[in-house]
């Protein structure tokens, strides 16, 4: 296996956790759960994310390109600084339970926009069949 397919797996793992993570702390913010506020909750989601942006940014280099060279790639930045505002609105800033709420659907929403364009190389990802 070669070192780009390891930062592959790498990255396609963490982003399954990461992704997992946001479910079940939705989830917890919806049922009031207080293991939402424990440290675990708070620190391991950092931890995952950057183990996910370094095995992107591996990658990136191993291919030798800007990230901004690839227009899907520049469109799954532009989802995830999206999704990162909404899970921000989702987790923290929301002042109701149902703006809270709102912010995490559309933030996962948001995700799955991401996952298309990653796996169809196309900026549009499944907005494609809209545009033609």
Request: proline share 5%; with cysteine; hydrophobic share 55%.
């Amino acid at each position: 296996m070669t070192l780009f397919e390891w930062l592959k797996l790498l990255h396609v793992g963490s982003v399954v956790l990461s992704v997992s993570g946001f479910i079940l702390r939705g989830y917890w913010m919806m049922t009031d759960n207080p293991l939402l506020r424990r440290r675990p909750a708070k620190v391991l989601p950092h931890i995952v994310d950057t183990v996910l942006l370094g095995s992107a940014i591996g990658m990136l280099v191993l291919w030798r390109v800007s990230p901004f060279q690839m227009g899907w790639i520049s469109a799954k930045i532009a989802g995830l600084l999206v999704y990162i505002a909404l899970g921000m609105a989702a987790l923290r800033y929301g002042k109701t339970r149902r703006q809270r709420v709102i912010a995490w659907l559309l933030a996962l929403c948001t995700v799955a926009y991401i996952v298309t364009v990653a796996y169809s190389k196309d900026p549009l990802g499944f907005f494609r069949p809209l545009v033609g």
